[in-house]
Structure formats: C-alpha cells, structure tokens
C-alpha cells in the first residue's frame, strides 16, 4: 500500500524511515519534487522559487534540506539533480541549489543539456517569448534556465542524457533493489523540439510571435521509480499521447504504464508519499 500524507509544513520527521519517501512542492511555489531512498540519498526533481537571500528563504526546497540537515551528522548525499523541463515554475531556484550543495551533487540531468545547441537555442526562446506566459515573481526568470544550464555545466560532474529508458540511478547490493529510470522523451520527440525550437527562432528573427509552436511540456522528462515490486511514475507537466510526438504511444511504455502503482503529475503543496517495497 503506498501512504499519502497531506501537511501544511513539511518536517524531517514526515519521512518515513528505512522506506523510500516523496515529497511534492505543488503549485503557487514551483513544483518540485525530492525522493528520499532507503539508503538515504536523495533526488531533486525540479526546483521551487528563487530565494530572496543566500541562506534559502523563500525556497521551500532548500529550506527543507537544511531542515533535513540538522538531523544529521553527515552532509546529506545528492547522487542525483533533475530538470524535466524549462519552464520557469520548475527551474526557478535550481541554479543556487547547484551552487550550494555542488560538492554533495554526483550527477545532474535535463533534456536539453546534453544536447549544447539545443539548451542554448531553448534559452533564447525563452528570452524572447517567456514561454508563451506571465514570469512568476523571480522577474529574471527566464534567465534562471540559462544560469541552471551555466552551473550544470561549471560542476565538472557527469551530465546524463534524460532519454527514453536510461538508469539514472540505482542500488547497489540492497535487498530489495530500487532503481530510477527516465521515461521519455524518445530522440524523436527530442529531435522535434529542437527543430521546433529553431524554427519559432527564425520566425521572431523576422518579427513575428504568431502562431509559436514549441511546448516545452511536449518533451518534458518523466521518472519511474521502483522499490521491489513497487513503482511509480514522477512527470512535470507531462503530455501523453499527442501525435506526433511519440514517448507515450510506444507498446513498451504502455505496458509499463499498466504496472504503476501511482502516477504523479499534478502537485499539491507538501503532499508527503511512503512507498513500501512490497505492495499489499
């Protein structure tokens, strides 16, 4: 049985021990998401909101880290930073976590990192159309994708394709086993946006902002996480089977979708997950 648990400030003690753990920061603050694993280690998925100083006020993501912090000795392990996808209700605030907790960050992964040309290309859509919507309050916001990209890079660490199927994460030797996966885009997908992207580039290079047609949300990351016999879908503003795009249509990723115990898109603010590893 996976346990959800709504609260109105989310505390260490909400996390179930010796079980893998998922916080939401819904809607109205970013949308993130933080998986806690049974060994421990963490995963940022997405961020929450620019913090008003150094020490992470107003970032509802790092205040919780440092809150997790306090109750341990040793600085907390980040094998793993994840961006779904460039809208400014989920990088906001990535960048400065980077820069914080770079020296317990192992690895990150975004869909457009990998690919140089494709995130500065997205990076320049975003200056110019504000991805087609009003900035949240960070008034810099749509230079926040370009800083998360510059501090991704900056950390010398590996950068992992978030393609249809890659391990990003998983257990060594534990009894059970947990694993995190991405799920979509497909390189087709991928390819797409990038030439959508520069396409709507061309067209504002000749003054025009009509009939726009790239969606970062169609080639958003999604994660399957699984413990044992459990598992669970983790998407940011996911689309699903939209033609042309393919990620979704695909009999293999349907058939995985039929195994999900839980599908998690949509946030609510500090909604708390315990995930056994044995469902009843």
Same mark, same amino acid.
């Given at each position: 049985?996976? /346990?959800? /648990?709504?609260? =109105?400030?989310? !505390? +260490?003690?909400?996390?179930? +021990?010796?079980?893998?753990?998922?916080?939401?920061?819904?809607?109205?603050?970013?949308?993130?998401?933080?998986?806690?694993?049974?060994?421990?280690?963490? &995963?940022? @998925? =997405? *961020? #929450?909101?620019?913090?008003?100083?150094?020490?992470?006020?107003?970032?509802?993501?790092?205040?919780?880290?440092?809150?997790?912090?306090?109750?341990?000795?040793?600085? !907390?392990?980040?094998?793993?930073? #994840?961006?779904?996808?460039?809208?400014?209700?989920?990088?906001?605030?990535?960048?400065?976590?980077?820069?914080?907790?770079? /020296?317990?960050?192992?690895?990150?992964?975004?869909?457009?990192? +990998?690919?140089?040309?494709? *995130?500065?290309?997205? &990076?320049?859509?975003?200056?110019?159309?504000?991805?087609?919507? /009003?900035?949240?309050?960070?008034d810099l916001s749509p230079k926040g994708f370009e800083r998360f990209l510059e501090k991704q890079r900056s950390l010398e660490k590996k950068i992992l394709p978030f393609s249809h199927n890659q391990i990003l994460l998983e257990s060594e030797r534990q009894c059970p086993e947990w694993w995190m996966r991405a799920c979509g885009p497909s390189s087709n997908d991928l390819k797409r946006g990038s030439e959508e992207v520069r396409a709507d580039l061309e067209k504002l290079e000749h003054g025009s902002k009509s009939e726009m047609i790239t969606?970062?949300?169609?080639?958003? *990351?999604?994660?399957?996480?699984?413990?044992?016999?459990?598992?669970?879908?983790?998407?940011?503003?996911?689309?699903?089977?939209?033609?042309?795009?393919? &990620?979704?249509?695909?009999?293999?990723?349907?058939?995985?979708?039929?195994?999900?115990? @839980?599908?998690?898109?949509?946030?609510?603010?500090?909604?708390?997950?315990?995930?056994?590893?044995?469902?009843?």
């Open positions: 049985m996976i /346990e959800a /648990e709504y609260v =109105d400030r989310i !505390l +260490p003690e909400h996390l179930a +021990p010796n079980s893998l753990s998922l916080v939401l920061f819904g809607p109205g603050r970013g949308e993130a998401m933080l998986v806690r694993f049974p060994n421990g280690d963490l &995963s940022i @998925i =997405d *961020g #929450c909101r620019e913090p008003k100083n150094k020490k992470g006020r107003d970032d509802p993501m790092r205040e919780f880290l440092q809150k997790l912090q306090a109750t341990q000795e040793q600085p !907390l392990k980040i094998p793993l930073v #994840c961006l779904t996808h460039p809208h400014d209700d989920h990088y906001a605030g990535l960048a400065k976590l980077i820069d914080v907790y770079r /020296e317990q960050i192992d690895e990150t992964a975004s869909v457009q990192s +990998p690919s140089k040309r494709f *995130g500065d290309a997205m &990076s320049e859509w975003l200056k110019k159309t504000r991805a087609g919507k /009003e900035a949240m309050r960070d969606d970062p949300n169609r080639t958003s *990351g999604a994660l399957v996480v699984r413990w044992g016999e459990s598992q669970m879908l983790l998407a940011g503003d996911l689309v699903c089977g939209e033609e042309p795009h393919s &990620s979704w249509n695909n009999a293999s990723t349907m058939a995985m979708m039929k195994q999900l115990n @839980i599908i998690i898109s949509i946030c609510k603010l500090y909604l708390v997950y315990y995930m056994p590893a044995h469902p009843i």
